[in-house]
Every structure is written in structure tokens, then in C-alpha cells.
């Protein structure tokens, strides 16, 4: 069984502070790894995709990846109240099609103002 | 651009009826993706069409599901009959070339009820 680990939280922090989110993935042979934000009751939006070890930074945000762990983080810089919401990590299942993604159940991240 | 859109945005019926859900994908996407969101668990993955064929179904609960994409335009699912396990949010998801650059744009869902 292929599973996708995250801490469901809820995760509480101040605002300004550093965020920071992990996922554990059961499946070596996935090759890409995906961050998305879901709001109560609105749908999943990509927020970082990684396919390589490292870090990945885009604004805020920084996906870091090792593979070797099997390990995928997410930090968020100079968090904001609009930054609460439920983090949800995805891999692709490597025996299945393009988009055949593996979620965890996420985890609620609450900034506090 | 219009996103990811689909109808109903709820829907509740009783065990043994029949509900057809519809998703319209991105204008241009050929890729087409069916998950699904059980009460306190994971998006779980359903099936997987490119253009009007199906690429992937591995994720398909049982033969009472039955997802089409007559045209390669919109989809429907259609659960017959409904089981109170089906109940959840439905989600459709849309993408030009898969996994890379754009991935994944979903729709807000259907909640489905099944009493």
C-alpha cells in the first residue's frame, strides 16, 4: 500500500514566523512531488512542485526534497493569516499513469496574527 | 481563463438511486482526472483520461462507477446504485501535458450524500 505521511496538526504559529510542514512517502520510485493549499471547502491550488533533490524556492515558499529519505518539506517564510489553510503533500504513484497523484490527509496550519 | 468547473456542487440521494456528476476541464487540457475525498481520508485517485480514452482507471471502487468523456470535451461519472460508502467530495482535475508544467487544476467538487 502506497501512502503519503504528513502531521494532521494542527500546526499553530505566529505571524512572521517560519512555517514549516513535512511529508514522509512510501513509494522510492516517485519521481514528483507536489505542495498544494486547500481552503475550507474550495479546491486544491498547487502551491510548489519539486522533481529534484534540493531546495525549490519560489517567493514565500521553499519545497525541499530528499529522496534518499524519502522526505518532502515546505517552508513558509514571514507567515500570514491568509497562509491558514490545510497543506496537502502529493506524490505521483510511479506504477500508475501521469497524474495519478498519492495524497497525504494534510496538515491545518493556523498563523496567528 | 475559466477553471476547472463542475456541477452539481452537492447532491444528496438515497442509497440505490443513481447520480451522474459532471466535469468541464479547462478549455485546451486533454488530460482529464476523476479523485475522490471520503470523510477523514485522503484524496484518493480515480481514473485518468487522455482525450476521450482512459489511461488509467486503477483507482475505480467497483464496476457501480462509470466515468465517460464522450468527445474528449467533459466528463460524467455516474455511480448506479449509490452506496452509503460513496459518499464524499468529488473532485475533477484538468492538465495540457500531465505531470509537467502546468500540473494539476481542480475543480471545488461535488459533495456527494448518500443516505
Known amino acids: 500500500q502506497k501512502e503519503v505521511e504528513q502531521n494532521s496538526g494542527p500546526l499553530s504559529v505566529p505571524e512572521g514566523a517560519i512555517a514549516s510542514l513535512n511529508c514522509t512517502y512510501s513509494?522510492?520510485?516517485?519521481?514528483?512531488f507536489f505542495w498544494y493549499r486547500q481552503y475550507s471547502g474550495k479546491s486544491p491550488e498547487l502551491i510548489m512542485f519539486?522533481?529534484?533533490?534540493g531546495d525549490k524556492e519560489d517567493g514565500r515558499f521553499t519545497a525541499q526534497l530528499n529522496k534518499a529519505s524519502q522526505y518532502v518539506s515546505l517552508l513558509i517564510r514571514d507567515s500570514q493569516p491568509s497562509d491558514s489553510a490545510t497543506y496537502l503533500c502529493?506524490?505521483?504513484?510511479?506504477?500508475?499513469?501521469?497524474?495519478?497523484?498519492?495524497f497525504g490527509k494534510g496538515t491545518k496550519l493556523s498563523v496567528k496574527p | 481563463e475559466a477553471g476547472v468547473t463542475q456541477f452539481p456542487s452537492h447532491s444528496v440521494i438515497e442509497k440505490g438511486q443513481t447520480v451522474t456528476l459532471r466535469c468541464d476541464p479547462i478549455?485546451?487540457?486533454?488530460?482529464l482526472y476523476w479523485y475522490r475525498r471520503v470523510m477523514g481520508k485522503e484524496i484518493k485517485f480515480l481514473l485518468h483520461?487522455?482525450?476521450?480514452?482512459?489511461?488509467?482507471e486503477s483507482g475505480m471502487p467497483n464496476n457501480r462507477f462509470l466515468a465517460e468523456r464522450t468527445g474528449g470535451t467533459y466528463s460524467t461519472l455516474k455511480v448506479q446504485p449509490a452506496e452509503l460508502e460513496d459518499s464524499g467530495v468529488y473532485f475533477c482535475?484538468?492538465?495540457?501535458?500531465?505531470?509537467?508544467?502546468?500540473?494539476?487544476?481542480f475543480g471545488n467538487g461535488t459533495r456527494l450524500t448518500v443516505t
Open positions: 519539486i522533481y529534484s533533490n
Open positions: 513509494d522510492r520510485g516517485s519521481q514528483s
Open positions: 483520461f487522455v482525450k476521450e480514452s482512459k489511461q488509467d
Open positions: 502529493a506524490v505521483n504513484d510511479y506504477g500508475g499513469s501521469q497524474g495519478n497523484l498519492i
Open positions: 478549455s485546451g487540457h486533454d488530460n
Open positions: 482535475a484538468s492538465s495540457q501535458d500531465g505531470l509537467h508544467n502546468p500540473p494539476l487544476h
